[in-house]
């Protein structure tokens, strides 16, 4: 915190003496006013502006919000405008001790924070501190006033909050940021992004992202993170409710480091109780259905149409892992079928079916799909 004081103290005597305003950047952000609620305490006005920028400064390298500047976005420039009185008024209220509790109901952790005041010539501004985080920060509950949800891991980069775990792309982005920090290679990062795990094997770790049913694991080939597809039942009853159920009851087992920080480890297998049917079968289920005939060429370019695969020229068995598209676990996904052996296979759900025969029955789009009209059966 001394570090940030001493930054923000350089940061405002430049502006009173030079007019001299540093960018917007990682590290500093600039607000000209607050929007402010008569219906909610001084604490919880300050969280529903600011909540998301701590976090996202806290998972990043801690920062500092100017609050009373002007940005004129248009022209590149800063201006000192100061607070309007009566959001001085309810800073003047704010007690950080409020604040943190309040916070750390959301993500169960402390933030380091600092709240003052400060003046140029007869204008009153305002600066906050947020100290770097040791541990990456996930809120644990929804905090919608102040645009915060469950599990959502919130950064700084390029000048703005952003959410790591949007999309795989977007976690390895901040990954490879973390690893950055400290200059390290990636298998170390796990032991900064999770303490908890220096004794274990990143490799053998799933990352369970249940906001967009993924799961994440290590891939050696690349040194980054991979995700693929899975059904969560989040559900009270669900498998997935029932295991964080039994890990707060103390029915799942405790990796403990010296510490005292438990990781929770979950001992079985993942059963997948889909539905398995093979193309053969969905081949034969359309054709039952359908006005048209179709050979099974054009079924997988109907299969390629609806955006399930990226090439209509998909091999079933040992199939490239990049040919499925995201999204449509509930039709189609990639099935391991000897795990010793590593082969795969592309197998389907009986909902794969209707879809299928909506587009081959639409003979509007058979020249966009097939090239041609389709025959009508005999």
């Given at each position: 915190m001394n570090l940030l004081?001493?930054?923000?103290?350089?940061?405002?005597k430049n502006i009173k003496d030079n007019g001299d305003f540093p960018n917007e950047n990682n590290h500093l952000d600039y607000k000209v006013t607050m929007n402010l609620s008569d219906s909610k305490k001084p604490h919880e006005v300050f969280l529903m502006n600011f909540a998301k920028d701590i976090i996202s400064f806290a998972n990043s390298d801690g920062g500092i919000?100017?609050?009373?500047?002007?940005e004129n976005k248009s022209l590149g420039i800063y201006e000192d405008s100061g607070l309007d009185p009566s959001v001085i008024e309810t800073l003047d209220k704010i007690d950080l001790n409020d604040v943190s509790q309040a916070i750390e109901k959301i993500?169960?952790?402390?933030?380091?924070?600092?709240?003052?005041?400060f003046k140029i010539s007869t204008r009153t501004f305002y600066y906050i501190l947020i100290e770097k985080s040791n541990q990456v920060i996930i809120p644990i509950l929804d905090a919608k006033d102040c645009k915060i949800y469950k599990g959502n891991i919130y950064y700084r980069m390029s000048g703005k909050n952003e959410q790591a775990n949007k999309s795989t792309t977007d976690f390895n982005r901040f990954l490879q940021l973390k690893a950055n920090e400290k200059s390290k290679e990636f298998m170390e990062i796990w032991s900064k992004l999770m303490p908890e795990m220096f004794e274990i094997n990143p490799r053998e770790v799933l990352i369970l992202n249940p906001l967009q049913n993924k799961v994440y694991?290590?891939?050696?080939k690349d040194n980054i993170l991979s995700e693929t597809?899975?059904?969560i039942d989040k559900n009270d009853d669900g498998v997935f409710n029932i295991i964080l159920n039994a890990i707060s009851a103390g029915e799942i087992g405790k990796i403990t480091t010296n510490e005292g920080k438990p990781l929770y480890?979950?001992?079985?297998?993942?059963v997948n109780d889909k539905d398995r049917?093979?193309?053969s079968n969905i081949e034969i289920a359309v054709r039952s259905k359908t006005h048209y005939k179709f050979t099974n060429a054009q079924l997988k370019q109907v299969i390629a149409y609806l955006g399930w695969v990226n090439n209509?020229?998909?091999?079933?068995?040992?199939p490239e892992l990049s040919v499925l598209c995201e999204g449509f676990s509930e039709y189609i996904w990639l099935e391991t079928v000897d795990s010793i052996k590593g082969s795969k296979k592309i197998t389907f759900s009986k909902e794969a079916v209707k879809p299928i025969v909506e587009v081959i029955n639409n003979n509007k789009l058979h020249k966009d799909v097939f090239k041609k009209d389709l025959a009508l059966q005999q």
């Open positions: 004081k001493s930054k923000v103290e350089r940061i405002i919000v100017l609050l009373g500047i002007k993500i169960k952790t402390t933030i380091m924070l600092d709240l003052q005041k694991g290590f891939n050696g597809d899975v059904e480890k979950i001992v079985g297998e993942i049917v093979s193309l209509a020229s998909f091999k079933i068995n040992d």
